[in-house]
C-alpha cells in the first residue's frame, strides 16, 4: 500500500525513532509498504517518520543509481533499530534531496565511509561496512530515524535562501507527483 509522505513542518520528523520490538504488528507489511511508498515517490530511502512514525527503522534501496551509473553492486535493504557505530575519512559534498522536502536540494558533507550495526526483517543483528552512496544514503536516512534533516546541515547562505520553500512545504504549496501529509495550521 502506497502511504502518504510527511512534509516539512511536520513534527514527527523532528522525533527520535524508538526502538522497534520483534513483536510489532505487521512489521513485514509496514516495512513492504514502505517500499513501495518509496518507490512509487522516485526515492532510494525512506524512514519510518516520513510516514508518521517515529521508529528506529528505514529501507534503502541504492540499486537504482548504481544502474544508472553503471555500477556492479548496490543494496536493497531494511534497517532496523540501526545504530552508526563509527564514521570515517575524508568529508565529501554530494547533492541531497529528500521525500519530505520536495523541490530543495543541497549540497552536504559527510564522511565516506560508516560501521553501522542494525537488525533485519528477522531481527537479526549484522554489523557491516559501507561507503561511497551506499553509505551516504544510509547516513540520511539514519538522520532521520534520529530526527534530523538534511537542511540542517547546509550553509548559512543555502539556508536563507530555502527559507521561503520551506514556508510553502509546510502550508503544502508545493507540486509533487505523490501523495502528502503536511502540516496543518
Ligand atoms: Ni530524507
Known amino acids: ?65 548504481k544502474k544508472e551509473e553503471k555500477e556492479v553492486k548496490g543494496i536493497k ?3 532496523i533499530n540501526a545504530e552508526i557505530l563509527a564514521e570515517e575519512g575524508e ?9 519530505s522536502i ?7 558533507e559527510r564522511q565516506p565511509t560508516i560501521r553501522i550495526r542494525y537488525q533485519d526483517e528477522s531481527f537479526n543483528t549484522h554489523e557491516e561496512t559501507y561507503d561511497g552512496i551506499d553509505a551516504r544514503v544510509i547516513q540520511h536516512e539514519y538522520d532521520h530515524t534520529l530526527g534530523k534533516l538534511f537542511i540542517e546541515k547546509l550553509g548559512a547562505v543555502k539556508k536563507q535562501l530555502i527559507k521561503r520553500k520551506l514556508e510553502n512545504i509546510k502550508r503544502g504549496k508545493v ?10 495550521f
Open 102 to 108: 520536495p523541490d530543495i536540494r543541497g549540497e552536504v
Open 77 to 79: 535493504k531494511a534497517f
Open 175 to 184: 507540486s509533487v507527483d505523490y501523495r502528502i501529509k503536511f502540516a496543518k
Open 91 to 99: 568529508e565529501w559534498a554530494y547533492e541531497e534531496g529528500c521525500l
Open 1 to 65: 500500500m502506497i502511504l502518504p509522505i510527511y512534509v516539512y513542518g511536520q513534527p514527527v520528523l523532528k522525533k527520535e525513532g524508538m526502538e522497534v520490538t520483534s513483536d510489532y504488528p505487521d512489521l513485514k507489511q509496514l516495512i513492504e509498504d514502505m517500499y513501495e511508498t518509496m518507490y512509487n515517490a522516485n526515492g532510494v530511502g525512506l524512514a519510518a517518520q516520513q510516514i508518521g512514525l517515529n521508529l528506529k527503522l528505514f529501507v534503502v534501496d541504492t540499486i537504482q543509481i
